[in-house]
């Protein structure tokens, strides 16, 4: 695992408002410290820079671990995940309560391995959003 240099981990935190920036949930309602996720891994030769770097809670990163695509379950054509440095979310993705829904192959191939509507995610977002955290506002 690399080292992030601290004034770099800085920078992807602020620029992520302290919030995760797959599945929108804010790093003060977690338990874990949130990761500085490679969105391209390093095993693909990705770069420890800002423009690849990005803010994931635990069960994100956990749940994309290195992978960089997936068969899109509609298409079965090979996609690439959400790239948050170069994708807008909500081109991908909309909420439906605190539902996670898919619009694209992007967003389809990203919900599926990060498991977003997994049932005790789902239960943790409606109880952040119960109190007004839920999405995150950054």
């Known amino acids: 695992m690399t080292h992030v240099p601290t004034e770099l981990r800085r920078e992807v935190i602020e620029r992520a408002g302290n919030c995760c920036e797959y599945c929108r949930i804010q790093q003060d309602d977690y338990f874990f410290t949130f990761e500085i996720d490679h969105i391209i891994a390093e095993k ?24 960089i695509a997936s068969l899109d379950p509609e298409t079965n054509e090979l996609t690439m995940l ?22 694209t192959a992007v967003g389809r191939v990203t919900e599926f391995l990060l498991r977003f509507n997994m049932i005790e ?3 943790d977002r409606e109880l952040f959003g119960s109190v007004g955290h839920y999405p995150c506002n950054s």
């Open 82 to 103: 959400f790239h948050p440095r170069k994708h807008n979310w909500s081109d991908h993705f909309k909420l439906n309560g605190v539902r996670i829904e898919p619009l």
């Open 121 to 123: 995610r789902v239960i």
């Open 44 to 67: 693909h030769r990705g770069k420890t820079t800002s423009d690849n770097l990005c803010l994931s809670c635990p069960d994100c990163n956990a749940y994309k671990g290195s992978d």
